[in-house]
């Protein structure tokens, strides 16, 4: 697997030093530039165009979200849709979510969790994949359920949309229903609960909900229990 090449974007000097030797320590990664504001960092991503961009929001002469924006709009006119933005931050408010994800990024992930999971996360973009910090994951998840239709939005409004489950995944819930629990469980899922809050609600094990998870990750054809929750709401499996 060749490395993924990744620029860093961030103003504290002391943290993109430390995200950059973290990185750097993983063989699979490369740090080929990194930038300390916007306008510098929106340059570096012009030219050096790497995999992934690992971008904080609170950058003193550009929000992190405005420079996403301004980077896909060069994206879409040169054609070169190739690095994913994966956007780094401590604010988890819903209007700075939603407005990340609006603006372009592929991926959200909190300044707070650990760099194993960052690694994870600039992975899982690198491959299209959407990483989406579990601090956050209700937040997404809210607005799928109260999603406007695309031809009743306002010209302003930015929506999510949701299709109905692929053919496959209907295949698979038909040879393979969810059982009672198994729907029990990931309706907690979809509130976000975690495995150890699922055991005291059902007043189960927690071995036996990582069981039950694992076959609804199975049943559903998801990666991971955020794909879950999406394709769950998207198939009607939970309201």
Known sequence: MSEISIVLIEDH?????????????NSALQVIGEAGNATKGLKLLETAKPDVAVVDIGLPDMDGIELTRRFRSFQNETGDTATKILVLTM?????????AFAAGADSYYMKDTSIDKLTEAIQATYSGNSWIDPAIANVVLRQMRHV???NDAPSQTKTVKIEALDSEYEQVLETYPLTQRELEILELIVAGCSNGQ?????????????????NILNKLCADDRTQ???????????A
Do not use: C
């Open 13 to 25: 000097d002391l943290t993109r030093m430390g995200l950059k030797a973290a990185l750097q320590s």
């Open 91 to 99: 604010n988890h408010s819903e209007d700075t979510v939603l407005a």
């Open 148 to 150: 406007i239709p695309e």
């Open 198 to 214: 699922i055991a005291e609600k059902l007043y189960i094990t927690v071995g036996t909900v990582k069981t039950h998870v694992r």
């Open 228 to 238: 879950a929750a999406v394709r769950a709401l998207r198939s009607g499996l939970v």
